[in-house]
């Protein structure tokens, strides 16, 4: 029996997708998977029963990556699960920077009493005109699952489409339209395009990548729209070009102090994967990601571990190790298993950066002392007898 523990509400369209081997606690001691949206768990402390934790969504800063790698803990999300939700927002958050709906819907709420409003509307609409989006030049930076679909919906409205990603996988380029403009730099991207929308995730090389530079580069009047990570963005360099026009509107999924209720931004209240699809879906994938690493120990979607598939275990017994990136620590937990007369029928190793995951399928079971001896092999972190 499994017990799992979620720190938010998660769909239970997701949670009904548990068999009968698993169990809900309230509990997050007794958890050997914890689910989780968007709660804060950089100060929770983990209990040493603790497998996994599965983000039902894609950014993962509310999760102490680093030190649950160190603690032997995978950590999943959900990439592209939300990208429907999100990029048709991307697209709301155009049309809304493009035409000045929000400002006419507010004139109709303030003239609601007015017996001629009709007439009124007439006179006034003409402060409230915009530009339409087709034929104008869009930028997408990063074209992972979102970027992809924001491309692609763009061209069917008539956009002419540039994407930069110098780290673009072979899927997203098999699904990528063919009418979609390559571009060499995100500096092509400033230069040329009427609108520029960011998908990337935020690292130390990303941050703040929307800079006073980088906005030098634009065309004036252009529309930039952020629905990935308000760090991506120096809001204050933004609130500055947005003052002087240089940026037409920016549109933000994060409302902050330094965005919110500023002229010339329309700022949503993290709205991005707020619909009921999205949320079925991260929770579907979550749930099944964790099923899959607690019964066969398996890895699909980790941000501190390596991915690793060796399917469904049909030997006797499965072992995993989860383990520091050194060397010569495969030889020694191979050697465990040799003094413990156990043969090794089938075995991967896997490595990301400074830790490294090994699935092993045995003959035989092994025993708690086996287990002991290879957790006290130096580098080793957790083992997960799977089988």
Same mark, same amino acid.
């Given at each position: 029996?499994?017990?799992?523990?979620?720190?938010?509400?998660?769909?239970?369209?997701?949670?009904? *997708?548990?068999?009968?081997?698993?169990?809900?606690?309230?509990?997050?001691?007794?958890?050997?998977?914890?689910?989780?949206?968007?709660?804060?768990?950089?100060?929770?402390?983990?209990?040493?029963?603790?497998?996994?934790?599965?983000?039902?969504?894609?950014?993962?800063?509310?999760?102490?990556?680093?030190?649950?790698?160190?603690?032997?803990?995978?950590?999943?999300?959900?990439?592209?699960?939300?990208?429907?939700?999100?990029?048709?927002? &991307?697209?709301?958050?155009?049309?809304?920077?493009?035409? %000045?709906?929000?400002?006419?819907?507010?004139?109709?709420?303030?003239?609601?009493?007015?017996?001629?409003?009709?007439?009124?509307?007439?006179?006034?609409?003409?402060?409230?005109?915009?530009?339409?989006?087709?034929?104008?030049?869009?930028?997408?930076?990063?074209?992972?699952?979102?970027?992809?679909?924001?491309?692609?919906?763009?061209?069917?409205?008539?956009?002419?489409?540039?994407?930069?990603?110098?780290?673009?996988?072979?899927?997203?380029?098999?699904?990528?339209?063919?009418?979609?403009?390559?571009?060499?730099?995100?500096?092509?991207?400033?230069?040329?395009?009427?609108?520029?929308?960011?998908?990337?995730?935020?690292?130390?090389?990303?941050?703040?990548?929307?800079?006073?530079?980088?906005?030098?580069?634009? @065309?004036?009047?252009?529309?930039?729209?952020?629905?990935?990570? %308000?760090?991506?963005?120096?809001?204050?360099?933004?609130?500055?070009?947005?003052?002087?026009?240089?940026? @037409?509107?920016?549109?933000?999924?994060?409302?902050?102090?330094?965005?919110?209720?500023?002229?010339?931004?329309? &700022?949503?209240?993290?709205?991005?994967?707020?619909?009921?699809?999205?949320?079925?879906?991260?929770?579907?994938?979550?749930?099944?990601?964790?099923?899959?690493?607690?019964?066969?120990?398996? *890895? @699909?979607?980790?941000?501190?571990?390596?991915?690793?598939?060796?399917?469904?275990?049909?030997?006797?017994?499965?072992?995993?190790?989860?383990?520091?990136?050194?060397?010569?620590?495969?030889?020694?937990?191979?050697?465990?298993?040799?003094?413990? %007369?156990?043969?090794?029928?089938?075995?991967?190793?896997?490595?990301?950066?400074?830790?490294?995951?090994?699935?092993?399928?045995?003959?035989?079971?092994?025993?708690?002392?086996?287990?002991?001896?290879? @957790?006290?092999?130096?580098?080793?972190?957790?083992?997960? &007898?799977?089988?």
């Amino acid at each position: 029996m499994f017990q799992y523990h979620c720190l938010n509400p998660i769909s239970e369209i997701g949670l009904n *997708i548990f068999d009968g081997n698993y169990e809900k606690t309230d509990s997050m001691e007794k958890a050997k998977a914890i689910l989780v949206r968007s709660a804060a768990m950089h100060e929770l402390e983990f209990s040493p029963e603790l497998a996994a934790i599965a983000r039902a969504g894609a950014g993962v800063n509310n999760i102490p990556l680093e030190r649950c790698a160190k603690e032997g803990i995978v950590v999943f999300n959900t990439p592209g699960a939300n990208a429907n939700g999100v990029k048709e927002l &991307v697209l709301a958050g155009m049309f809304l920077a493009s035409r %000045d709906v929000i400002g006419g819907i507010q004139w109709v709420k303030e003239n609601s009493g007015e017996e001629t409003i009709a007439k009124l509307a007439e006179k006034q609409k003409s402060h409230f005109a915009g530009q339409e989006i087709a034929g104008k030049k869009l930028g997408i930076i990063g074209l992972g699952a979102i970027g992809v679909k924001v491309a692609n919906a763009a061209t069917h409205l008539g956009m002419e489409v540039y994407g930069y990603d110098p780290y673009v996988s072979v899927k997203a380029a098999w699904e990528l339209s063919r009418s979609i403009k390559h571009a060499n730099s995100a500096e092509e991207i400033y230069q040329n395009c009427d609108y520029i929308t960011i998908h990337v995730p935020l690292l130390d090389n990303t941050k703040k990548m929307i800079n006073e530079g980088a906005i030098e580069q634009m @065309k004036d009047g252009v529309i930039l729209l952020n629905f990935a990570r %308000d760090l991506l963005v120096d809001e204050e360099a933004v609130a500055a070009a947005v003052k002087s026009g240089k940026i @037409k509107r920016y549109v933000s999924d994060f409302p902050n102090p330094a965005t919110a209720g500023t002229e010339g931004m329309i &700022v949503i209240p993290h709205l991005g994967a707020s619909t009921e699809e999205s949320e079925d879906n991260c929770a579907r994938m979550a749930v099944e990601e964790v099923m899959d690493y607690l019964e066969n120990g398996n *890895i @699909k979607n980790s941000v501190n571990y390596p991915n690793c598939d060796m399917g469904e275990c049909r030997m006797p017994a499965r072992v995993a190790v989860l383990h520091k990136n050194i060397k010569g620590i495969i030889g020694k937990y191979s050697a465990v298993m040799g003094d413990a %007369d156990i043969n090794i029928s089938d075995m991967t190793n896997k490595s990301r950066g400074d830790y490294a995951y090994s699935l092993l399928d045995l003959e035989s079971p092994v025993t708690p002392e086996v287990v002991e001896a290879l @957790k006290a092999i130096p580098g080793v972190l957790k083992v997960r &007898v799977i089988k």
